[in-house]
T-cell receptor
Framework: LAKTTQPISMDSYEGQEVNITCSHNNIATNDYITWYQQFPSQGPRFIIQGYKTKVTNEVASLFIPADRKSSTLSLPRVSLSDTAVYYCLVGDLNSGGYQKVTFGTGTKLQVIP | EPEVTQTPSHQVTQMGQEVILRCVPISNHLYFYWYRQILGQKVEFLVSFYNNEISEKSEIFDDQFSVERPDGSNFTLKIRSTKLEDSAMYFC???????????????FGAGTRLSVL
């Protein structure tokens, strides 16, 4: 599994766009990038997944440059309820039906009123 | 939206006692997992389960731990003789290979907080 590096914490004001960047310099050809969100005392929740370029869903956007050595999770107009830990994970597209998810320390986002 | 459910939400037990944590994965999922998170620490993988057998387990998952899918809906984690250091949040997750355009998205339950006294 490729090692990922992301900031330990970030602060943002309500209504701002937040971009959290994750480095994964050793990403392999078959690896895909997945982001999870975890609120205190809750289980991680899937946010978005991508392989290359840009992916957007109702919650966030994921930007992946051509070299795929990093990715950026973009949260538009955050609210207080977006305060959580955000995890960037990299996994093998061809690993079969399952793969254990290896969580790092994540980025603790604090949204300020 | 389908979800993974876990019971109980909080389990208090005495050291040395056996506990069983229960999970109902999403109904059409084929792969099941247990993770734990000690307070203030990372989420740690314990075990994955597919086709009625363990696919992979971590070093944490020693002989004190076991998993079972006793029927078509439940997935359990048993700790035979709990230790103080087993106190943590335990998360169950499930995934399906069959979701279009995605790979191994795991859906997590809300967790069971295990307190060993």
């Amino acid at each position: 599994l490729a090692k990922t590096t992301q900031p330990i914490s970030m602060d943002s004001y309500e209504g701002q766009e937040v971009n959290i960047t994750c480095s994964h310099n050793n990403i392999a050809t078959n690896d895909y990038i997945t982001w999870y969100q975890q609120f205190p005392s809750q289980g991680p929740r899937f946010i978005i997944q991508g392989y290359k370029t840009k992916v957007t869903n109702e919650v966030a956007s994921l930007f992946i440059p051509a070299d795929r050595k990093s990715s950026t999770l973009s949260l538009p107009r955050v609210s207080l309820s977006d305060t959580a830990v955000y995890y960037c994970l990299v996994g093998d597209l061809n690993s079969g039906g399952y793969q254990k998810v290896t969580f790092g320390t994540g980025t603790k986002l604090q949204v300020i009123p | 939206e389908p979800e993974v459910t876990q019971t109980p939400s909080h389990q208090v037990t005495q050291m040395g006692q056996e506990v069983i944590l229960r999970c109902v994965p999403i109904s059409n999922h084929l792969y099941f997992y247990w993770y734990r998170q000690i307070l203030g620490q990372k989420v740690e993988f314990l075990v994955s389960f597919y086709n009625n057998e363990i696919s992979e387990k971590s070093e944490i998952f020693d002989d004190q731990f076991s998993v079972e899918r006793p029927d078509g809906s439940n997935f359990t984690l048993k700790i035979r003789s709990t230790k103080l250091e087993d106190s943590a949040m335990y998360f169950c997750a499930s995934s399906s290979q069959r979701e279009m355009g995605t790979k191994n998205i795991q859906y997590f339950g809300a967790g069971t907080r295990l307190s060993v006294l």
